[in-house]
Structure formats: structure tokens, C-alpha cells
């Protein structure tokens, strides 16, 4: 099993960390291997490269402007003294952004950028975005063809565009499944919520006879999936989970128990099915996957899994036969995928890179560091 933790070091530079969901309390459930430090965005290794983080007080609003007045008062008149706002989205920082684009906010802004920066076809609009986009420092990408895309509506120079080989916390799966010595994984399961494809999904799994448990929330943004579910008879063979806030380490036993993650997305323009995907990664099982061009990872050149094209209902049953079918080669898959997540996409090997942006951003030199 991977380290855990490295002994900090003296503090370098100091962060205000935002994210839209509860953090302190996620933070210490991760130092009892029952929250995966990639959904903190690395937060819990920064200190090992002597980045202090002030955790924002996360609190959740059904209205955007709620939020976005909470959160710019909590980032104006935090107390503590921090150097670097780094936040894992700009949802709810707009004003910040453009008080930065304005010389009005004098700290760097680093960003996760989940999609691709994109042109709007509203002039005004489009000028308005303009400014925003002056207002961030550094933008965090998934993939090259996120950063490509963006690089197309010269809103941002490359220098700002970092791609993040964002992966799995290795440690806390492995410390999953070694709670889990007796397991036997048998069948498929689809978690997530995001973006879901369930149609093809049902279609192709009711034309066969594998089991499949599905998890999913009754609905997420725009979809109703139990609408739309609930205009499918389904066979026995599938087993349909309705969550409603189920934790990751929960939901980590469920897949680790089963042979083959199955990931079926609508074709949106960002790395959806993406956790899922690094989850498989992490626990070394292989994935049927939606075709998506924005993920780094190449599924089918890493023999890794299988991927289908969007809305191919037989594309999903052909390789849902054959995964079933081959069962040696399906492991085989998930050697391969533990293996890229152990030498190129994991919760240390991008908390690094995180920590080397930061530290420059803010321009602390290199002679500084204890780390090349």
C-alpha cells in the first residue's frame, strides 16, 4: 500500500482553497481512508510541498447570485493572510474573477476549467467573457484537447492553459480493498450522474443477459432519469439504485465487488464519466466507456476497456457480450488500468504538479524548494 502522508514542510506559500462542497469535513474523513483526496483536488498532498491551505466554509445555495455573494464576501474579508486563490471551479468566484481582471483584487487566481473555453455568439457577451477570462492567472485542464479547444478562442494565452494528469488517491482504494479480502467481482455496475446516457444504457444490457446494478440519482441538472427509466420494463437481470448523497467510500465497495465498470454518457463537450473512470483505474477493473474525445486517456490504445461511439445501442451489447466472454482479457484490462494509474495518472503524481504551479505562480523561486 501506497504512503499516506510525507512529513510537511516549512510553509512556502499559503492558499485560499474553494470548492463547492463541504471540505474541512471531507478533509478529515480522508485522513481515515474514507474520502478519496482526488475529489479535494489535491488539497490534502499540497502541504507536503509546503502549500498551508485556508479551507473555504462551503455552504450550499439553490440560487447562483446566493452563492456568488457568499462566496466573494468569504473570499474579501477571510482574516487569515493567503497568498493564491485556487479553486476547483469558478462557480460562485465570478466576481472575484472580474475584481482581478479589474486590479481590484490583487491575488493570483488559479482554476479548474472542467470544459473547454468556447466563444459566445452574443458580441457583448462575448466581450464580457473576454474580461473575465483576464481575470484568471492559470487555468487547470483534464486533457490536450480541452486546452486545443480553448486555445482556438484566444481568450487565453497558452501559458495559462496547464494540462493535470488528474487520477485516482491510490491509497484510500487500497485500503478499500484491503477490507475486502474475500471479494469475488461478478457482473457490471454504472455509477455517476452526470450526463447519463441511460437509454442506451437499458437498451443494451435488456438484449443481453448480464446482471448490471445500476446507481444514479433520481435526477441531476436538466435529466429526470427516473422519468425516464420508469418508460422501460425492465428484466431482471437489472437491478436499478436510486442514491441520494451516497459517500464515495460506500460506493468504492459496491464497484470494487463487481467485474466491469460500464460508463454511458451523452455526448457533451468535457471529460464526463471521468471520476468513474479513474476509480476503475484505481481498483484495476476494466470499463466499457462512451467514445469521448476529451479524455486524455486513450481507452482502447491502453488496453484498458472498450469504447463505443455515442447512441450505438449494438456498439454496447457487442462489447458487453465480449467482455463477458473473454473474461482472462477482461483482467488483463484491469492490470492495465491499475498499472496507468500507479506510473501516470494518480492523486500524488498531480498533486505535484499542482504544488509546482502554485509555487510559481506566485513566484517563489526554485531555489526555495525541496523538490526539483
Known amino acids: 500500500m501506497a504512503e499516506k502522508k510525507q512529513a510537511p514542510l516549512n510553509t512556502l506559500l499559503t492558499i485560499y482553497f474553494y470548492h463547492t462542497r463541504l471540505t474541512r469535513e471531507s478533509y478529515e474523513e480522508w485522513k481515515e481512508y474514507k474520502f478519496p483526496g482526488h475529489i479535494l483536488y489535491g488539497l490534502p498532498l499540497l502541504e507536503n510541498y509546503g502549500i498551508h491551505s485556508v ?48 486590479g481590484l483584487y490583487r491575488k493570483p487566481i488559479v482554476i479548474w476549467h472542467h470544459t473547454a473555453v468556447v466563444t459566445n455568439p452574443k458580441p457583448w457577451r462575448e466581450q464580457i467573457s473576454r474580461l473575465f477570462y483576464k481575470g484568471i492567472d492559470q487555468m487547470f485542464l483534464f486533457s490536450r484537447k480541452l486546452i486545443q479547444d480553448s486555445q482556438k478562442t484566444r ?10 494528469h488528474w487520477g485516482p488517491d491510490l491509497p484510500f482504494y487500497d485500503h478499500l480493498l484491503a477490507e475486502m479480502p474475500d471479494r469475488k467481482p461478478e457482473g457490471f455496475i454504472s455509477t455517476g450522474k452526470e450526463n447519463r446516457d441511460v437509454d442506451t444504457l437499458l437498451q443494451s444490457f435488456s438484449a443481453t443477459n448480464e446482471e448490471l446494478d445500476l446507481y444514479i440519482a433520481v435526477s441531476c441538472g436538466n435529466i429526470n432519469y427516473k422519468k425516464i427509466l420508469d418508460r422501460y420494463s425492465v428484466p431482471d437481470s437489472i437491478h436499478i439504485h436510486y442514491t441520494d448523497g451516497v459517500i464515495p467510500y460506500e460506493l468504492g465497495k459496491l464497484v470494487a ?14 471529460t464526463v464519466g471521468l471520476t468513474t473512470l479513474v476509480e476503475a483505474f484505481a481498483l484495476g477493473i476494466p470499463v466499457i466507456c462512451s467514445r469521448n474525445p476529451n479524455f486524455e486517456i486513450d481507452i482502447d490504445k491502453e488496453g484498458i476497456g472498450i469504447t463505443v461511439e455515442y447512441n450505438d445501442v449494438q456498439g454496447w451489447i457487442d462489447a458487453i457480450r465480449y467482455i463477458a466472454d473473454h473474461p482472462e482479457e477482461a483482467r488483463r484490462m484491469g492490470e492495465n488500468a491499475r498499472k496507468l494509474a500507479e506510473e501516470r495518472f494518480n492523486l500524488e503524481i498531480f498533486s505535484r504538479e499542482i504544488a509546482e504551479s502554485l509555487l510559481e505562480i506566485s513566484n517563489i523561486s526554485s531555489k526555495n524548494r525541496t523538490f526539483a
Do not use: N, Q, W
Request: proline content about 4%.
Open 55 to 102: 479551507m473555504h466554509k462551503c455552504k450550499y445555495f439553490s440560487s447562483r447570485l446566493k452563492l456568488m455573494f457568499y462566496a466573494t464576501k468569504e473570499i474579501l474579508f477571510c482574516k487569515e493572510k493567503y497568498d493564491v486563490l485556487y479553486a476547483t471551479s469558478f462557480r460562485g468566484i465570478e466576481p472575484v474573477i472580474f475584481l482581478r481582471a479589474l
Open 155 to 164: 481568450k487565453a494565452p497558452s501559458h495559462k492553459l496547464k494540462l493535470i
Open 257 to 270: 465487488r463487481k467485474s466491469c465498470i460500464v460508463i454511458c454518457c451523452l455526448d457533451f463537450p468535457y
